[in-house]
């Protein structure tokens, strides 16, 4: 498989952007009027809601003309090296990648942003093109426009989640500094900061929220874990001899197991496939899972067949 080339952010195709004829031309292969057009229209993304356990979350995707835009910027930023802190939007980096970075008796704590998205303003957007890009202002200006929805970061976006990192890496460096000068790991996944070693104390973690506070942004959902304890790090178990899928995911795999039999032919069907994918996903984490998942693309490649 070819590995994707990586470059430093100032070898960007985007650096120093100083022109928006260029910028339509060079990087969207498109005509500046089309990018002004769309900047300039209301109506860039479709907004709709789904149900994530007790919480209602609003999601925000770009139509097919901006997520084509959209998916250019992802290329770009994609191909920017990364610091080895950050374990989302890196290939070969995962939630898996950022549990195992914490396997070991020592203490832990983390926290996150709350709404993470929706608090990546703006101003932040265009601060990451002007001043970290060197974009020109109004290159600058049309980038950001052509990025946000309602003034923020969109939750539904294929650029959001790199965009939305980039946009609030001068804080995630700081507490990258700030752990390092204590001795401590520090892993970012989307916006879940794990902290952990003798120092990830709780006094350590009041730093850390000084320092969120200080950017502008909230925290919560924080929690201490003693070094001898079991954690939870990105819906992963993590104690000092590895990683482990959480019981209630596993209990959830056995439930599912149960419902295989009912209901008709289609319902069956998308039952294997949805077991399917939760065991390839578990097994991940703990390979002997990975055994049921020969027997589960047989019942798939039958139940498929019983259809035809």
């Known amino acids: 498989m070819k590995v994707r080339k990586t470059y430093p952010l100032?070898?960007?195709?985007?650096?120093?952007?100083?022109?928006?004829?260029?910028?339509?031309?060079?990087?969207?292969?498109?005509?500046i009027d089309l990018l002004e057009r769309i900047a300039g229209h209301g109506d860039n993304f479709r907004v709709f809601h789904i149900i994530q356990g007790e919480k209602r979350r609003q999601v925000e995707t770009p139509k097919p003309i901006l997520e084509r835009l959209h998916r250019r910027l992802f290329v770009l930023f994609e191909r920017i090296e990364?610091?080895?802190?950050?374990?989302?939007?890196?290939?070969?980096?995962?939630?898996?990648?950022?549990?195992?970075?914490?396997?070991?008796?020592?203490?832990?704590?983390?926290?996150?942003?709350?709404?993470?998205?929706?608090?990546?303003d703006a101003a932040r957007?265009?601060?990451?093109?002007?001043?970290?890009?060197r974009c020109s202002p109004d290159v600058?200006?049309?980038?950001?426009?052509?990025?946000?929805?309602?003034?923020?970061?969109?939750?539904?976006?294929?650029?959001?989640?790199l965009l939305a990192y980039f946009a609030t890496r001068p804080m995630f460096d700081e507490l990258s500094a700030l752990a390092e000068s204590r001795g401590v790991k520090f892993t970012l996944y989307v916006?879940?900061?794990?902290?952990?070693?003798?120092?990830?104390?709780?006094?350590?973690?009041?730093?850390?929220?000084?320092?969120?506070?200080?950017h502008g942004l909230q925290y919560h959902k924080d929690r201490i874990y003693a070094a001898d304890s079991q954690k939870v790090v990105t819906?992963?178990?993590?104690?000092?001899?590895?990683?482990?899928?959480?019981?209630?995911?596993?209990?959830?795999?056995?439930?599912?197991?149960?419902?295989?039999?009912?209901?008709?032919?289609?319902?069956?069907?998308?039952?294997?496939?949805?077991l399917l994918g939760s065991v390839i996903a578990a097994g991940q984490?703990?390979?002997?899972?990975?055994?049921?998942?020969?027997?589960l693309r047989i019942l798939h490649a039958d139940a498929l067949r019983s259809a035809g």
């Not at 960007?12 to 969207?28: G, N, T, V």
């Not at 946000?148 to 989640?161: K, L, N, R």
């Not at 916006?191 to 200080?214: E, I, N, Q």
């Open 235 to 274: 819906g992963v178990l993590v104690s000092a001899q590895g990683i482990a899928v959480l019981p209630s995911k596993e209990f959830g795999i056995w439930l599912q197991s149960r419902n295989l039999g009912s209901g008709d032919l289609a319902e069956r069907r998308a039952a294997i496939e949805s």
């Open 140 to 161: 600058s200006g049309l980038l950001t426009k052509l990025c946000i929805y309602d003034s923020h970061v969109p939750t539904g976006s294929c650029v959001s989640q």
């Open 10 to 31: 100032h070898q960007s195709p985007l650096y120093r952007m100083q022109s928006r004829k260029r910028l339509a031309a060079e990087i969207f292969n498109a005509d």
């Open 191 to 214: 916006d879940d900061m794990t902290f952990s070693g003798r120092s990830a104390t709780p006094a350590f973690l009041w730093d850390v929220k000084k320092v969120v506070h200080s």
């Open 82 to 120: 990364k610091p080895a802190y950050l374990q989302s939007g890196v290939k070969g980096r995962s939630y898996i990648t950022n549990a195992q970075e914490h396997v070991g008796a020592v203490p832990l704590v983390k926290l996150d942003i709350k709404k993470f998205y929706p608090s990546v």
């Open 285 to 295: 984490i703990e390979k002997r899972l990975l055994s049921r998942v020969r027997g």
């Open 125 to 133: 957007v265009y601060r990451f093109f002007h001043e970290v890009m």
